[in-house]
């Protein structure tokens, strides 16, 4: 059994926005196209991905675990779209997404980096702001790599 392209896609963006609405526009179809690829999904899979509530949905178990196989699987494909494509540059290659609250985030963490970005183009950087106790959660579900925090 394989999984659609077109499902996960709809999947991956719906759990990136937490927002059918919002993840529908992002991918240029409308909400009931969006609904009918989760719920194909969902029926193929045998599991419900997510809960539907008033104000947009959250993640099931099964749907983090999922969300977490998405994020792998775009860092897989652009780590073999660079390769295929021949860069020849040296260093270090990927992205690193890191969760702080913003005043870290200005006053550490970008200048910290700074050196390491200059030095490695094809590095990107994927810099997510929070409350601070929003952070552990966002590590926990895969959003980022890595957590800062006082």
């Known amino acids: 059994m394989g999984l659609s392209s077109l499902h996960l896609d709809a999947f991956y963006a719906a759990a990136q926005t937490l927002n059918f609405s919002q993840a529908a526009k992002e ?3 409308t909400q009931s196209a969006l609904s009918q690829r989760i719920k194909s999904l969902e029926e193929e ?6 809960v539907r509530m008033p104000r947009g949905v959250a993640l099931t178990d099964a749907g983090t675990r999922l969300l977490r196989y998405c994020q792998a699987r775009g860092s897989l494909e652009r780590e073999l779209l660079e390769d295929l494509r021949g860069d020849e540059s040296t260093g270090l290659g990927g992205e690193v997404r890191i969760g702080a609250y913003s005043s870290i985030m200005r006053s550490v963490i970008i200048p910290a ?8 183009p094809k590095v990107r950087l994927n810099l997510q702001g929070a409350e ?8 926990l579900t895969g959003q980022v790599d890595y957590i800062v925090t006082d």
């Open 113 to 120: 980096m700074a050196p390491l970005l200059r030095g490695n």
């Open 45 to 50: 899979l045998c599991l419900t991905l997510f």
């Open 27 to 29: 991918l240029h179809i």
């Open 132 to 139: 601070i106790r929003e952070l552990p959660e966002m590590l």
